[in-house]
């Protein structure tokens, strides 16, 4: 996908390509269970859709990142938390994010789940945006890869003033909000 204005995935082609995710994850786990863990705020609708996709026990569990602005010795810096994490130990865990950007958030919560000596810790993603890559962290799976450096809404993703999840495709724009559809009518 380029990052030309308004690219563009339609319900379909995400329906279909989770549909695959899930397929492909049903196959490495064979059977065992599988401990979803979901980053809100997201996460959730691509997570509830690979879920459903997924031939296998699931179990899910819910995270959310706090961002927080600290000084240290003068120096400001931002650091990532996430309350208590799930008793992971020995399980098999895929930790469902939408979008793959810097890989800073994703890469912690990895690390910090690791922690609970899981049997495997894997990473599935809606979007890939590889030319944002802060740290060596490639996703096991992934719906789509994108070059746009844009902000994408729909499909549980938001514009910067919180409007669009709920649209069934994912779209991307200058400001990131949602094109107009011609379809509307007032209430």
């Not at 699931?58 to 996430?82: I, L, N, P, Q, T």
């Not at 309350?83 to 930790?95: Q, T, Y």
């Not at 994108?146 to 069934?168: C, D, E, H, I």
Request: glycine share 10%; hydrophobic share 40%; aromatic share 6%.
């Amino acid at each position: 996908m380029s990052s030309r204005k308004g690219a563009a995935y339609s319900a379909a082609r995400i329906a279909a390509r989770v549909a695959a995710l899930g397929k492909e994850v049903s196959r490495e786990c064979a059977g065992r269970r599988l401990d979803l863990v979901v980053t809100l705020d997201r996460g959730f609708i691509f997570a509830a859709d690979l879920m459903r996709q997924i031939d296998a026990p699931v179990v899910c569990h819910f995270v959310r990142e706090e961002v927080r602005d600290v000084e240290d010795s003068g120096h400001a810096r931002r650091e990532v938390y996430f309350g208590s994490g799930p008793e992971l130990k020995g399980r098999d865990v895929l930790v469902v994010d939408a979008v793959l950007e810097s890989g800073v958030t994703q890469d912690f919560l990895l690390r910090r789940l690791g922690e609970s000596k899981p049997r495997s810790i894997r990473l599935a993603v809606l979007l890939d945006k590889p030319a944002k890559r802060r740290v060596a962290l490639e996703p096991d799976y992934f719906g789509f890869r994108t070059a746009s450096n844009q902000v994408w809404v729909g499909y549980g993703l938001a514009a910067p003033n919180g409007m669009g999840r709920n649209l069934r495709q994912l779209s991307s724009g200058v400001n990131g909000t949602p094109r107009k559809s011609g379809r509307g009518r007032k209430i």
